[in-house]
């Protein structure tokens, strides 16, 4: 099982930046794959960006790409989502996820979540 914690959301205004990151813990942490979704109140959980350690792959929604860029740092075990033109309709708790098998884009095929991280975008 891997663990999962983000950290780095906060309050920003509209155009600024923020970079999240999610270090995760565990057994066999390289053979998952590692997304972030989003979450705002009473709306379900959606994907953002995915990849894999150690392969250059990335995925996005089409909502953040060419604003958002996700990465990792495999000697740490930690996934980064930098996100800069900052929009308030991206307000929302972000979660970092893992998945062994399945749908990046899908967040019932994840296998384990973090704890969520506050992002606001103050217009």
């Known amino acids: 099982q891997v663990q999962l914690v983000e950290s780095g959301g906060g309050l920003v205004q509209a155009g600024g930046s923020l970079r999240l990151s999610c270090a995760a813990s565990?057994?066999?942490?390289?053979?998952?794959?590692m997304g972030w979704f989003r979450q705002a109140p009473g709306k379900e959980r959606l994907f953002v960006a995915a990849?894999?350690?150690?392969?250059?792959?990335?995925y996005y929604a089409d909502s953040v790409k060419g604003r958002f860029t996700i990465s990792t740092d495999n000697a740490k075990n930690t996934v980064y989502l930098q996100m800069n033109s900052l929009k308030p309709e991206d307000t929302a708790v972000y979660y970092c996820?893992?998945?062994?098998?399945?749908?990046?884009?899908?967040?019932?095929?994840?296998?384990?979540w973090g704890q969520g991280t506050q992002v606001t975008v103050s217009s």
């Open positions: 996820g893992a998945v062994r098998v399945g749908s990046y884009r899908r967040p019932n095929d994840y296998n384990c």
């Open positions: 990849t894999r350690w150690s392969v250059d792959s990335t």
């Open positions: 565990g057994r066999a942490v390289g053979s998952y794959g």
